[in-house]
């Protein structure tokens, strides 16, 4: 049974447009035809379903919808609202970018994806270096660390010689969820302080 969507900052945008490779609903529905279709959230309920933590009912301008659409066949280029989204952080929930945000709320938002993340704090006046620091940003770019070709970003917790123990979204814990490791070599990766 889908649920209401909780009160949202009216700032948030609630247009959404499917992803050009949107596949079928969760329930199996094809969504093939509706690639690249612009629609309305009117409602969200939990949902684990592949890389989604939330699925959501859509309606488009002609009065068609689409009942169980996931996350991950929304355009990530549009924004659209989730229950844990804010104004306090603007990445999307669920991938790494936002559970750093999260975890080390001095970062600034619209950052790019992760692999932009030392760039962009150039510009905006952090230090970036290969110097870990509990409480710093790793940014792990395209391969490194197993990040994708988005790179991937995480929270330092603890540094043991070489080895830093960081805390992650979108990491060994799977799609919307924190998760720890110990990684090697870290003084090949930048940091941002």
Known sequence: MLQTLPQLNTR????????SNAAVETNGY???NHRNWSGTIISVSPKAYSHSAWEYYIKYPD???NDFVAEQDLAMATSYPHPENG???TYYWGYCTYGAKQLAPWIGNGWGNANQWSSSARSA???????????SIVVFQSGQGGASSYGHVAFVESING????IKEMNGTGGFGQYSVRSVDNASSYEYIH
């Open 12 to 19: 948030l945008v609630i247009l959404l447009k499917y992803s």
């Open 87 to 89: 104004t306090s952080n």
């Open 30 to 32: 094809d969504l093939s």
């Open 125 to 135: 006046g952090y230090v970036v270096d290969r110097n870990p620091m509990y409480g």
């Open 63 to 65: 009065g068609e919808h």
């Open 162 to 165: 070489n080895t830093i123990q």
